[in-house]
């Protein structure tokens, strides 16, 4: 419990209802992208067992400071593209005196048009990936329930990272709560995926769940194998629920300096913010990124100095807003040394893209073998505008061709005397760490070692892509 002033004065009706402008709902029916949100945080990490005090509030603050602050805060967060903020809270919060302004920064976004996800956060002392105790988690969404249930810019989000359960026994908690509060409409209840809200797909397949919203995390700490950019979507494209599912947390080091709309180069945070907020784009996710604002947090997207937002990264805000499909972001196509010869080199295999048998006659099959430096693993590149390149073997002279122009997936490659057709031009786009995926323009698939194999003779085929490491390819002179 805090030790400082708890006394507040202040009187605020337990019911909100929304204005006019708040009565424009989105119903998520197609997806979740216009959740273009931040998290605004406890500089604690908004696990405490006390009062959750945001970043650029204070506890001594009466209820007309707090909502000058808030207006301040929300106000910049808006002029940044954001719509909506995800707030913690817990029993402590809610059940005693700070509730009534806490609430007041509730009521100050909502009547600006903002939508809020307000997150039950477990204590500080437990933490332990469950509810500390079950009654006063009754009593706090009772409370929060009640205030809200009219104001249809207000979601309830049951449990931030419930990784202490089991997938059952996580699904017992989320259906009680349902079952406890039925007039509460499905599509204002936001869960948790399991363990550290990355398992989605097991919340989503349970029909009792149809309708809510799912809550999605992923940090670069979630898995150290990965390292490129097309690594880095598949958390996001794994999911099977895409138009239900928010993204509630990512985030990285904001302060560094580093660019975060430049090349990717050998860099896991650009990779990371990189790929991630690509597929927050292209699948139309909704995204919460971690934080928007908190005090001395590296991640922190914004700082508040008492008057104003400012900005930490303006490379990394012009990505999120790309997330947020607010925003553009130049791709990142490979340039090539004009009469200079490259290997290529699957990410998989260590093996190197190779004319069957050093043949010069056309329709010989590409296959992968251990790079030797023979010119029939040799290959130069021709820019031909948009990242579309020519990529002609140095021993035959001929290009790298889809079989018969095919675009099905499985064919082989091929070489053949190069006429510029689209089946032999091929998009190189730069994910990182030395990698590119080799997309062909005719059929729009992946250059892919079939079947992942690691052997010499493996075949080269086209694809779907998939973001596989069979898929990914290092182009680099021998």
């Known amino acids: 419990m805090l030790s400082c ?40 990490d908004n696990f405490v067992d006390d009062w959750l005090i945001l970043s650029g509030l204070s506890v001594t603050d009466n209820s007309d400071a707090i ?100 997938l059952a026994d996580l699904k017992t908690v989320y259906n009680d709560w349902l079952t406890g509060y039925p007039t509460v409409p499905k599509r204002r209840i936001v869960l948790d995926g399991g363990g550290y ?67 990717p180069g050998a860099d896991g945070d650009i990779t990371y913010i990189q790929g991630i907020t690509g597929q927050l784009h292209d699948l139309g996710i909704g995204s919460m990124y971690w934080p928007g604002l908190r005090t001395n947090d590296t991640y922190s997207m914004f700082s508040f100095d008492g008057s104003s937002i400012t ?31 490259y290997k290529i080199i699957n990410r998989n295999s260590g093996k190197a893209v190779d004319v069957n048998g050093g043949s010069t006659n056309n329709g010989t099959n590409i296959i992968q073998w251990d790079y030797s430096g023979g010119n029939n693993q040799q290959w130069g590149c021709t820019a031909l505008g948009s990242g579309y390149f020519s990529v002609i073997n140095r021993n035959s002279g001929k290009a790298l ?5 095919s675009t099905n997936a499985g064919t082989g490659i091929i070489q053949w005397d190069y006429s510029g057709g689209n089946n032999q031009q ?31 003779g493996g075949n080269i085929i086209q ?7 069979n898929q990914q390819w290092q182009i680099v002179t021998p």
């Open 463 to 469: 694809w779907y892509w998939n973001n596989g490491s």
């Open 311 to 341: 900005v930490n990264s303006t490379s990394g805000l012009a990505r999120l807003k790309y997330a947020w499909g607010t925003g553009t972001v130049d791709p990142f196509y490979a340039t090539f040394t004009a009469g200079t010869y």
């Open 67 to 166: 909502l000058t602050k808030a207006d301040k805060i929300l106000s910049g967060l808006q002029a940044q593209g954001a719509n909506t903020v995800r707030l913690p809270v817990n029993p402590s919060t809610v059940l005693q005196t700070w509730w009534p302004r806490y609430s007041a920064v509730i009521g100050k976004a909502t009547s600006k048009g903002i939508k809020v996800i307000l997150a039950y956060w477990e204590g500080a002392s437990s933490k332990d990936g469950k509810i500390d105790n079950a009654t006063a988690y009754k009593l706090m969404w009772d409370k929060v329930v009640a205030k809200y249930i009219n104001n249809q810019n207000v979601y309830f989000e049951l449990f931030n990272e419930p990784h202490g359960y089991s």
């Open 5 to 44: 002033k708890k006394n507040d004065t202040s009187t605020t009706a337990d019911t909100d209802t929304p204005d006019a402008a708040m009565a424009a709902f989105d119903t998520v029916t197609t997806s979740t992208a216009n959740f273009k949100g931040v998290n605004w945080a406890d500089p604690r």
């Open 197 to 263: 809200a990355t398992d989605v797909n097991g919340i989503g397949a349970d029909s009792r769940f149809d309708g809510c919203l799912l809550s999605f995390h992923f940090y670069t700490w979630f898995n150290g194998n990965y390292k490129t950019t097309a690594d880095w979507e598949l958390p996001l494209k794994n999911i099977n629920y895409p138009k239900r599912t928010i993204m509630t947390e990512f985030g990285t080091t904001m302060n560094n300096g580093k660019n975060y709309s430049g090349r």
């Open 426 to 456: 091929w998009q190189l786009t730069d994910i990182g760490f030395g990698y590119y995926k080799i997309i062909n323009r005719n059929s729009n698939q992946s250059l892919d070692v079939n079947g992942g194999a690691t052997w010499n």
């Open 401 to 405: 061709d889809v079989n018969g122009g």
